[in-house]
């Protein structure tokens, strides 16, 4: 049975699921801030799609996986319920355990991702937040804080530039 209000979005080609504050409805009820492109193509709502709330929330939902003893996050596309992985565990056993969350895959699984290298990149290189942003030196691959340059956090493995080899006409 549809509403009025779906029918009427129907009619005027409105996603029904777009609420009148730009936010989203998931069908889960969550409400979100969906990534948007303007008319031009050169503005974007990327910082507030990257740390709104639900992020938060998902982040706070995985914050235990601990990536360092071979851990990681698995989704079940069809239900959108995501488990925690041990290393050398199969199917059957995650599944036979509780989900850790659940999402929408259709619409959160960019804010899912999102969540998932904040994580990720926290556990590796400790706060990474805007307020103290880490600096990659591509010649040894040492990661470090803007902030404190002498206290190196990490190292990683960087490759060669790639470089467009036909120029743009």
């Known amino acids: ?16 699921r777009l ?13 979100i801030i ?16 990257m740390f709104q709330p639900r992020v938060q929330e998902i982040k706070a939902q995985i914050d235990h996986v601990n990536y360092a003893k071979g851990q990681s996050v698995i989704i079940d596309s069809e239900s959108g319920d995501f ?4 290393l050398h565990e199969s199917e ?9 969350g659940q999402i929408d895959v259709e619409l959160e699984e960019g804010l899912f991702r ?6 990720k990149m926290h556990q590796l290189f400790g ?10 030196d591509e010649r040894n691959g040492r990661v470090y804080a803007k902030n404190n340059p002498e206290k190196t956090r990490g190292f990683v493995k960087t490759g060669k530039t790639v470089h467009n080899p036909s120029p743009i006409k």
């Open 19 to 31: 609420n009148y504050d730009g936010t989203m409805t998931t069908k889960h009820g969550n409400r």
């Open 1 to 16: 049975m549809f509403s009025i209000k779906e029918i009427w979005h129907k009619v005027i080609g409105r996603d029904p």
């Open 114 to 119: 999102q969540a998932l290298q904040q994580h």
């Open 127 to 136: 706060d990474c937040s805007p307020e103290n942003p880490i600096v990659l």
């Open 83 to 86: 488990y925690i992985k041990n």
């Open 34 to 49: 969906p990534h948007k492109f303007g008319d031009s193509g050169f503005s974007s709502n990327v910082g507030e799609f």
């Open 92 to 100: 059957e056993i995650i599944h036979k355990r509780p989900p850790l």
